[in-house]
């Protein structure tokens, strides 16, 4: 299982960070060509599209992958079929549905009247992003990662390729925030068009018809996950759309509000999440490989596995940390040309560990089937962060809605684990792996930030302030070795 587990992680994690470079450089051309303002409006459609996406294919693509793990091959293409079937109609509903009521939505809901029309063209995205989902759901459920990562690179090139192209030699004549929502049209067609050629080598789906056990057997696993799920993005959807109105009541007129929002969701909240694509490979591959454990009995993997995946995102999240604080001001101006963006890294930078961990711990928990217990969590983490937006946010502005998002991931990520230590007997010294680790990553990194800021006085050279990081880095890295903090017996492949 672990070496399932860190293969898979480790193709998706090099996929992940291949996507997330380029929509990294993507997010910096964004910014340029929409303006912080329609960078906002763009932002604002996704809280519609995250819905739609929890009715169609979230709880499905987990629900068949789930499924698909633990039955035999002979029943894979059956599952497969009936969660296509549910999510073709689902999609289709809801693609006619906005569709009908794009104005309404955007006026009563999102309220901007501008998003109508990138609703128009996101609605058309629905069911070809269903199907692509559930396909990715079944190569997870068989332990093929690569398919799904490759999946994910497509969609990404294309979808950023369609965009450049168009906005760089003004090929139509529409603004360039149409575009921006029609590449992801064109990105989720090649990504779909890959899968199916992709499945169409494993197996025949014929006419989607499906045994109707089956049918009732995806339908009662997804029904839960769905429903779960979608409470969550409806509450995440609602504070999201929330945030600029209450931004209003601060002071800020309506088009500075939608101006920080865009920078805030398009660009310093992405970026923050960018080391994190290791704990989302992990998540996507952890869920299915403890549910096999754990049905199994094999408590020692189910908790040497944990233990370890905990422990390295921890690590990852206070080495993030460490640099957000020390350098996010510098990353905000010299590649965003934003000083917000530089702020709000820099605030932002205690949300790492939390945040990383949070997802490896809530992976682990759904694998063992307690789906309840993380959706009760993170129900009651989204509350806290609306509470703060009302209360706070009107009084102090962005820093108030900034301290609800770091309450509500602290007391998310508590209680994740203070269940799993109790469900599982499994183990992490704070002080080793967070408080010591956190505490010399900042202060070494400060030393060398100082260094290159007096070797830029100096001689007036960059490069030499960038060779001063190095040894620094080297500094962290022997650090975590010599306190045994990463081991070659973690991240070895078994025998």
């Given at each position: 299982?672990?070496?399932?587990?860190?293969?898979?992680?480790?193709?998706?994690?090099?996929?992940?960070?291949?996507?997330?470079?380029?929509?990294?450089?993507?997010?910096?051309?964004?910014?340029?060509?929409?303006?912080?303002?329609?960078?906002?409006?763009?932002?604002?459609?996704?809280?519609?599209?995250?819905?739609?996406?929890?009715?169609?294919?979230?709880?499905?693509?987990?629900?068949?992958?789930?499924?698909?793990?633990?039955?035999?091959?002979?029943?894979?293409?059956?599952?497969?079929?009936?969660?296509?079937?549910?999510?073709?109609?689902?999609?289709?509903?809801?693609?006619?549905?906005?569709?009908?009521?794009?104005?309404?939505?955007?006026?009563?809901?999102?309220?901007?009247?501008?998003?109508?029309?990138?609703?128009?063209i996101l609605s058309g995205i629905f069911p070809i992003c269903g199907i692509t989902s559930l396909i990715n759901g079944y190569f997870y459920g068989?332990?093929?990662?690569?398919?799904?990562?490759?999946?994910?690179?497509?969609?990404?090139?294309?979808?950023?390729?369609?965009?450049?192209?168009?906005?760089?030699?003004?090929?139509?004549?529409?603004?360039?925030?149409?575009?921006?929502?029609?590449?992801?049209?064109?990105?989720?067609?090649?990504?779909?068009?890959?899968?199916?050629?992709?499945?169409?080598?494993?197996?025949?789906?014929?006419?989607?018809?499906?045994?109707?056990?089956?049918?009732?057997n995806v339908l009662r696993i997804s029904l839960p996950l769905s429903g779960t799920k979608l409470i969550v993005a409806v509450l995440s959807s609602?504070?999201?759309?929330?945030?600029?109105?209450?931004?209003?009541?601060?002071?800020?007129?309506?088009?500075?509000?939608?101006?920080?929002?865009?920078?805030?969701?398009?660009?310093?909240?992405?970026?923050?999440?960018?080391?994190?694509?290791?704990?989302?490979?992990?998540?996507?591959?952890?869920?299915?490989?403890?549910?096999?454990?754990?049905?199994?009995?094999?408590?020692h993997h189910v908790r040497t596995t944990s233990s370890v995946t905990v422990r390295y995102s921890l690590l990852l999240g206070v080495i993030t940390?460490?640099?957000?604080?020390?350098?996010?001001?510098?990353?905000?101006?010299?590649?965003?040309?934003?000083?917000?963006?530089?702020?709000?890294?820099?605030?932002?930078?205690?949300?790492?560990?939390?945040?990383?961990?949070?997802?490896?711990?809530?992976?682990?928990?759904?694998?063992?089937?307690?789906?309840?217990?993380?959706?009760?969590?993170?129900?009651?983490?989204?509350?806290?962060?609306?509470?703060?937006?009302?209360?706070?946010?009107?009084?102090?502005?962005?820093?108030?809605?900034?301290?609800?998002?770091?309450?509500?991931?602290?007391?998310?990520?508590?209680?994740?684990?203070?269940?799993?230590?109790?469900?599982?007997?499994?183990?992490?010294?704070?002080?080793?792996?967070?408080?010591?680790?956190?505490?010399?990553?900042?202060?070494?990194?400060?030393?060398?930030?100082?260094?290159?800021?007096?070797?830029?006085?100096?001689?007036?050279?960059?490069?030499?302030?960038?060779?001063?990081?190095?040894?620094?880095?080297?500094?962290?890295?022997?650090?975590?070795?010599?306190?045994?903090?990463?081991?070659?017996?973690?991240?070895?492949?078994?025998?």
């Amino acid at each position: 299982m672990k070496d399932q587990l860190l293969k898979g992680t480790l193709i998706l994690t090099i996929a992940g960070f291949v996507t997330r470079l380029i929509g990294f450089v993507y997010r910096i051309f964004l910014a340029g060509e929409l303006g912080e303002v329609n960078l906002g409006i763009y932002q604002l459609v996704f809280p519609v599209y995250s819905i739609c996406f929890t009715i169609y294919a979230a709880g499905l693509q987990t629900g068949v992958s789930q499924m698909i793990s633990h039955q035999p091959p002979k029943n894979h293409g059956q599952i497969l079929k009936a969660g296509i079937l549910l999510s073709l109609c689902l999609s289709l509903g809801l693609s006619f549905f906005i569709f009908s009521f794009r104005h309404e939505i955007a006026i009563s809901f999102l309220g901007t009247k501008e998003t109508a029309p990138l609703l128009l063209i996101l609605s058309g995205i629905f069911p070809i992003c269903g199907i692509t989902s559930l396909i990715n759901g079944y190569f997870y459920g068989i332990n093929q990662a690569s398919i799904p990562a490759i999946t994910q690179i497509l969609e990404q090139l294309f979808r950023v390729a369609f965009v450049f192209i168009l906005c760089f030699y003004d090929l139509l004549s529409v603004p360039s925030i149409y575009i921006a929502v029609g590449g992801l049209l064109a990105g989720e067609l090649v990504s779909n068009m890959y899968n199916i050629t992709r499945l169409r080598k494993r197996m025949s789906l014929g006419w989607l018809f499906s045994s109707r056990a089956q049918f009732r057997n995806v339908l009662r696993i997804s029904l839960p996950l769905s429903g779960t799920k979608l409470i969550v993005a409806v509450l995440s959807s609602v504070e999201s759309v929330l945030i600029p109105p209450i931004l209003c009541q601060h002071g800020y007129s309506m088009t500075d509000a939608l101006a920080l929002y865009g920078i805030l969701t398009g660009v310093v909240l992405p970026f923050i999440l960018f080391p994190g694509t290791i704990t989302n490979s992990l998540s996507v591959l952890l869920l299915p490989a403890i549910s096999r454990a754990s049905g199994t009995n094999q408590e020692h993997h189910v908790r040497t596995t944990s233990s370890v995946t905990v422990r390295y995102s921890l690590l990852l999240g206070v080495i993030t940390s460490a640099v957000f604080l020390n350098f996010g001001t510098d990353i905000g101006i010299y590649l965003f040309h934003s000083s917000n963006a530089g702020k709000l890294l820099t605030l932002l930078a205690f949300l790492c560990p939390f945040l990383y961990v949070t997802t490896t711990l809530g992976s682990i928990i759904n694998g063992l089937g307690k789906t309840g217990v993380t959706f009760t969590i993170t129900v009651f983490g989204l509350v806290i962060r609306i509470a703060c937006l009302f209360l706070l946010t009107p009084r102090y502005g962005i820093f108030g809605y900034l301290f609800g998002l770091l309450c509500s991931q602290i007391t998310i990520c508590l209680f994740h684990g203070i269940y799993l230590m109790k469900k599982t007997k499994i183990h992490c010294n704070l002080s080793k792996y967070f408080v010591w680790p956190f505490i010399f990553s900042v202060s070494i990194l400060y030393i060398g930030r100082i260094a290159g800021r007096w070797l830029i006085d100096k001689t007036g050279i960059h490069l030499l302030a960038y060779g001063a990081l190095i040894p620094v880095l080297l500094a962290i890295l022997i650090y975590f070795y010599k306190f045994r903090l990463i081991t070659f017996r973690d991240i070895r492949f078994p025998h």
